[in-house]
Protein backbone atom coordinates (compact mmCIF):
# COMPACT_ATOMS: atom_id res chain seq x y z
CA UNK A 1 0.00 0.00 0.00
CA UNK A 2 2.66 2.39 0.67
CA UNK A 3 4.37 1.56 -2.75
CA UNK A 4 0.82 2.24 -4.35
CA UNK A 5 0.63 5.24 -3.03
CA UNK A 6 4.12 6.98 -3.72
CA UNK A 7 3.38 5.71 -7.00
CA UNK A 8 0.13 7.49 -7.18
CA UNK A 9 1.59 10.92 -5.74
CA UNK A 10 4.60 10.04 -8.05
CA UNK A 11 2.49 10.72 -11.09
CA UNK A 12 -0.36 13.01 -9.82
CA UNK A 13 3.01 15.31 -9.58
CA UNK A 14 3.95 14.31 -12.67
CA UNK A 15 0.63 15.62 -14.75
CA UNK A 16 0.63 18.88 -12.15
CA UNK A 17 3.75 19.59 -14.02
CA UNK A 18 2.70 19.40 -17.48
CA UNK A 19 -0.79 20.80 -15.97
CA UNK A 20 -2.64 17.47 -17.14
CA UNK A 21 -5.67 16.41 -14.97
CA UNK A 22 -5.52 12.54 -13.62
CA UNK A 23 -8.22 9.62 -13.77
CA UNK A 24 -7.59 6.50 -12.25
CA UNK A 25 -9.19 3.53 -13.75
CA UNK A 26 -9.94 0.24 -12.38
CA UNK A 27 -11.11 1.66 -8.67
CA UNK A 28 -12.98 -1.67 -7.33
CA UNK A 29 -12.68 -1.17 -3.16
CA UNK A 30 -13.50 1.43 -0.85
CA UNK A 31 -9.59 1.19 0.38
CA UNK A 32 -8.98 2.38 -3.34
CA UNK A 33 -11.17 4.87 -3.67
CA UNK A 34 -9.72 6.56 -0.68
CA UNK A 35 -6.18 6.03 -1.46
CA UNK A 36 -6.50 7.74 -4.72
CA UNK A 37 -8.55 10.81 -2.82
CA UNK A 38 -5.71 10.61 -0.30
CA UNK A 39 -3.14 12.00 -2.84
CA UNK A 40 -5.46 14.26 -4.27
CA UNK A 41 -6.96 12.59 -7.46
CA UNK A 42 -10.70 13.66 -8.02
CA UNK A 43 -11.60 11.48 -10.87
CA UNK A 44 -11.70 8.13 -10.81
CA UNK A 45 -14.10 5.37 -12.40
CA UNK A 46 -14.28 1.37 -11.96
CA UNK A 47 -16.81 -1.35 -10.31
CA UNK A 48 -16.91 0.60 -7.51
CA UNK A 49 -19.03 3.57 -8.92
CA UNK A 50 -20.49 1.42 -12.08
CA UNK A 51 -20.76 -1.53 -14.01
CA UNK A 52 -20.22 -1.20 -17.62
CA UNK A 53 -23.11 -0.90 -19.47
CA UNK A 54 -23.94 -0.38 -23.20
CA UNK A 55 -25.01 3.70 -24.15
CA UNK A 56 -28.51 3.18 -24.56
CA UNK A 57 -29.01 1.52 -21.09
CA UNK A 58 -26.95 4.51 -19.89
CA UNK A 59 -29.00 7.32 -21.48
CA UNK A 60 -32.54 5.92 -20.48
CA UNK A 61 -31.19 5.61 -16.92
CA UNK A 62 -32.38 8.99 -14.91
CA UNK A 63 -30.49 7.74 -11.75
CA UNK A 64 -28.08 10.76 -10.29
CA UNK A 65 -24.25 10.42 -10.42
CA UNK A 66 -23.28 11.31 -6.94
CA UNK A 67 -19.52 11.76 -5.35
CA UNK A 68 -18.30 8.89 -3.29
Given amino acids: L ?3 RR ?3 TIVALAA ?3 L ?7 ETEEQ ?6 V ?8 LFGRAMPVD ?3 A ?7 R
Fill in 2 to 4: ASA
Fill in 7 to 9: ILA
Fill in 17 to 19: AFE
Fill in 21 to 27: DVVVEGV
Fill in 33 to 38: AELVRD
Fill in 40 to 47: GITRAQGY
Fill in 57 to 59: ALV
Fill in 61 to 67: APAPISD
